[in-house]
Nanobody
Framework: QVQLVESGGGLVQAGGSLKLSCAASGRTFSTTTMGWFRQAPGKEREFVAGIGWSGGSTSYADSVKGRFTISRDNAKNTGYLQMSSLKPEDTAIYYC???????????????????WGQGTQVTVSS
């Protein structure tokens, strides 16, 4: 069983930055694709960014390209999402998720991931 714990959320003004972390338990983190998703009130959960097992492949939603950067440190069993130039529309609960995969192809579907964290709230004020 894999447990994921997000941290780093909070309240920030528009234009500001936050860095989210996702700490994973177990020994399988280095063989997983990791994704970040978000869910705003009244909206469906959506893909934000994903990174392959080695860190060599990444994918971003168009809405965050150029502003967010996903990374991972397999030695620390931790993934990250650096968020810059934040906008009020980035306000949501952010979730990390993992999928057992050694593929370079980053999956973006909610149903394609096996394990999920509990989420961390990000609020961007205007």
């Amino acid at each position: 069983q894999v447990q994921l714990v997000e941290s780093g959320g909070g309240l920030v003004q528009a234009g500001g930055s936050l860095k989210l972390s996702c700490a994973a338990s177990g020994r399988t983190f280095s063989t997983t694709t990791m994704g970040w998703f978000r869910q705003a009130p009244g909206k469906e959960r959506e893909f934000v960014a994903g990174i392959g097992w080695s860190g060599g492949s990444t994918s971003y939603a168009d809405s965050v390209k150029g502003r967010f950067t996903i990374s991972r440190d397999n030695a620390k069993n931790t993934g990250y999402l650096q968020m810059s130039s934040l906008k009020p529309e980035d306000t949501a609960i952010y979730y990390c998720a993992t999928k057992r995969s050694l593929s370079l192809n980053i999956r973006t579907g909610v149903n394609e991931y096996d394990y999920w964290g509990q989420g961390t709230q990000v609020t961007v004020s205007s």
